[in-house]
């Protein structure tokens, strides 16, 4: 037996139930993996309460802010904790944003707020059906290799955005300026605060790290430059923070409130809002989630090499099935709809292959929640600094598209620049699967595409004509 073949060699139960020699990681790893991943996610735990708070119903009620911040830690915990067990895959998961605010500012004002998350409920487990009927899982075999390469490149990219939009680095310029371009660089053109300083700073620093090949050097790179940014903040007490402000706490335990769980209704909205507003509400949420899982998990998978020939990553039906449930779970605890989060591709990064590393992340959010205070040190500004750098690595993969050929290449293409540029992972699959069969089809090479393929584009179609389609119908 070679010593290649012991390092595979499976250590103990733990080992041999999480794969985690047999993926060629270490438990260290996994560790450092989840702890990456916490904290470029953490942020979740104080805006989701921020967007959903804000949002007032039809009857005029508010959620409360404290509840919502322990509802979102407790379902993104267990609901992390449940993918590492059960899918065994370095996923986590949390509110999906985007649609958390479809819920607050659309769906609640038609009806109650228990009306709205019971659609949300009722979308997990019309997933759920899909996912045990395999149907879900057919729709993912049907997108060419290719284009699901494209989908992770396209994730890289919009991690990468994320990352110096929620820094400061790159900022979106005020419509009254007068100007015609929609994003500059910090204020005016130049880097005028010290949280950007912090986080460029942060970056270099990783990056250092990163390319010298020091162990953890994402996991490092969060916490020197939270460190940076406590000291910054104390010394200077610079404005312009991005939602956290990173000093020290007065008060570190708090004690949750749990009273929102369990406060949906999946019937009044019916007859609250009428069938036609529910039913499109219920298949915006449904194709959002749908296809946002589909794209983060073959993109996490394409960090960690771990998908197979067809670009397929393992146990693809239970994580399905556990997003479907994560969707549900959160309308049920008022939350909104929880989803796979493309900041584990960080923790991925950091060297996590299995689902060992969800523990870690689980257990830190379920510890958010008595934890909030110290959770909120972790400013924006230092959490981003691991989007960027694992953006770049996912961005490799796009030397695998063939070029060449314009009916794969072009919609490759419109999905890798529509996802950062329309801050939406199902904008650009759904472009680049019109874009492929429309393609395919008129270059007659319709053989090509497979049949399932049709009906995808055919609901793309209705998906970005949802707005159109709801003046004329409603």
Same mark, same amino acid.
């Given at each position: 037996?070679?010593?290649?073949?012991?390092?595979?060699?499976?250590?103990?139960?733990?080992?041999?139930?999480?794969?985690? /020699?047999?993926?060629?990681?270490?438990?260290?790893?996994?560790?450092?993996?989840?702890?990456?991943?916490?904290?470029?996610?953490?942020?979740?735990?104080?805006? @989701?309460?921020?967007?959903?708070? @804000?949002?007032?119903?039809?009857?005029?009620?508010?959620?409360? !802010?404290?509840?919502?911040?322990?509802?979102?830690?407790?379902?993104? =915990?267990?609901?992390?904790?449940?993918?590492?067990?059960? &899918?065994?895959?370095?996923? &986590?998961?949390?509110?999906?944003?985007?649609?958390?605010?479809?819920?607050?500012?659309?769906?609640?004002?038609?009806?109650?707020?228990?009306?709205?998350?019971?659609?949300?409920?009722? %979308?997990?487990?019309?997933?759920?059906?899909?996912?045990?009927?395999?149907?879900?899982?057919?729709?993912?075999?049907?997108?060419?290799?290719?284009?699901?390469?494209?989908?992770?490149? *396209?994730?890289?990219?919009?991690?990468?955005?994320?990352?110096?939009?929620?820094?400061?680095?790159?900022?979106? !310029?005020?419509?009254?300026?007068?100007?015609?371009?929609?994003? %500059?660089?910090?204020?005016?053109?130049?880097?005028?605060?010290?949280?950007?300083?912090?986080?460029?700073?942060?970056?270099?620093?990783?990056?250092?790290?990163?390319?010298?090949? +020091?162990?953890?050097?994402?996991?490092?790179?969060?916490?020197?430059?939270?460190?940076?940014?406590?000291?910054?903040?104390?010394?200077?007490?610079?404005?312009?923070?991005?939602?956290?402000?990173?000093?020290?706490?007065?008060?570190?335990?708090?004690?949750?409130?749990? /009273?929102?769980?369990?406060?949906?209704?999946?019937?009044?909205?019916?007859?609250?809002? *009428?069938?036609?507003?529910?039913?499109?509400?219920?298949?915006?949420?449904?194709?959002?989630?749908? $296809?946002?899982?589909?794209?983060?998990?073959?993109?996490?998978?394409?960090?960690? #090499?771990?998908?197979?020939?067809?670009?397929?990553?393992?146990?693809?039906? #239970? !994580?399905?099935?556990?997003?479907?449930?994560?969707?549900?779970?959160? =309308?049920?605890?008022?939350?909104? /709809?929880?989803? /796979?989060?493309?900041?584990?591709?960080?923790?991925? *990064? %950091?060297?996590?292959?299995?689902?060992?590393?969800?523990?870690?992340? =689980?257990?830190? $959010?379920?510890?958010?929640?008595?934890?909030?205070?110290?959770?909120?040190?972790?400013?924006?500004?230092?959490?981003?600094?691991?989007?960027?750098?694992?953006? $770049?690595?996912?961005?490799?993969?796009?030397?695998?598209?063939?070029?060449?050929?314009?009916?794969?290449?072009?919609?490759?293409?419109?999905?890798?620049?529509?996802?950062?540029?329309?801050?939406?992972?199902?904008?650009?699959?759904?472009?680049?699967?019109?874009?492929?069969?429309?393609?395919?089809?008129?270059?007659?090479?319709?053989? %090509?595409?497979?049949?399932?393929?049709?009906? +995808?584009?055919?609901?793309?179609?209705?998906?970005?004509?949802?707005?159109?389609?709801?003046?004329?119908?409603?």
């Amino acid at each position: 037996m070679t010593a290649a073949a012991d390092t595979r060699t499976p250590k103990n139960g733990f080992d041999r139930f999480f794969e985690i /020699s047999a993926r060629g990681s270490t438990l260290g790893r996994e560790v450092r993996g989840g702890l990456a991943t916490f904290f470029t996610m953490a942020y979740i735990v104080v805006l @989701n309460p921020l967007i959903l708070g @804000n949002g007032v119903d039809g009857d005029g009620a508010q959620l409360a !802010i404290t509840a919502l911040a322990a509802g979102t830690a407790l379902v993104a =915990g267990l609901m992390t904790i449940l993918m590492g067990v059960v &899918a065994r895959f370095p996923l &986590a998961l949390a509110a999906g944003l985007g649609v958390n605010a479809l819920v607050a500012y659309e769906i609640a004002p038609e009806m109650t707020w228990a009306d709205a998350m019971g659609l949300v409920v009722i %979308e997990g487990v019309l997933i759920a059906i899909l996912v045990l009927t395999g149907l879900r899982t057919m729709v993912f075999r049907a997108v060419p290799t290719q284009l699901k390469t494209a989908i992770g490149v *396209g994730i890289g990219l919009f991690l990468m955005i994320i990352g110096l939009v929620d820094a400061g680095f790159v900022r979106r !310029i005020p419509d009254a300026s007068g100007t015609t371009v929609p994003l %500059e660089l910090g204020v005016g053109g130049r880097l005028s605060t010290w949280p950007t300083v912090v986080f460029v700073v942060g970056l270099l620093f990783t990056l250092v790290l990163f390319v010298r090949k +020091v162990r953890g050097a994402i996991l490092i790179g969060i916490l020197g430059s939270t460190v940076l940014a406590i000291i910054v903040e104390a010394i200077a007490h610079p404005k312009g923070w991005s939602l956290n402000t990173p000093k020290l706490p007065e008060k570190i335990v708090s004690s949750p409130d749990l /009273s929102l769980l369990g406060h949906f209704n999946v019937l009044d909205s019916w007859s609250r809002a *009428g069938w036609l507003v529910v039913v499109m509400f219920i298949f915006t949420l449904l194709i959002t989630d749908f $296809f946002d899982t589909m794209g983060t998990m073959v993109a996490v998978g394409q960090e960690g #090499e771990l998908l197979d020939a067809e670009g397929m990553p393992p146990r693809t039906r #239970e !994580i399905l099935l556990v997003d479907s449930v994560a969707a549900a779970a959160g =309308g049920a605890a008022s939350v909104s /709809s929880n989803t /796979s989060y493309i900041e584990s591709a960080a923790g991925v *990064g %950091e060297g996590a292959r299995t689902g060992a590393a969800n523990l870690v992340t =689980g257990v830190l $959010f379920l510890l958010a929640m008595f934890l909030a205070p110290l959770v909120s040190v972790v400013p924006f500004e230092a959490a981003s600094t691991a989007l960027v750098v694992v953006g $770049f690595l996912m961005m490799t993969a796009v030397k695998q598209i063939e070029w060449g050929d314009y009916t794969i290449a072009v919609p490759a293409f419109l999905a890798i620049t529509l996802m950062p540029f329309t801050y939406s992972i199902s904008n650009g699959i759904g472009a680049g699967i019109i874009t492929y069969v429309l393609l395919k089809a008129v270059t007659g090479r319709a053989r %090509e595409i497979h049949p399932i393929l049709y009906g +995808v584009a055919a609901l793309f179609v209705l998906y970005f004509l949802r707005g159109p389609l709801e003046t004329w119908i409603l």
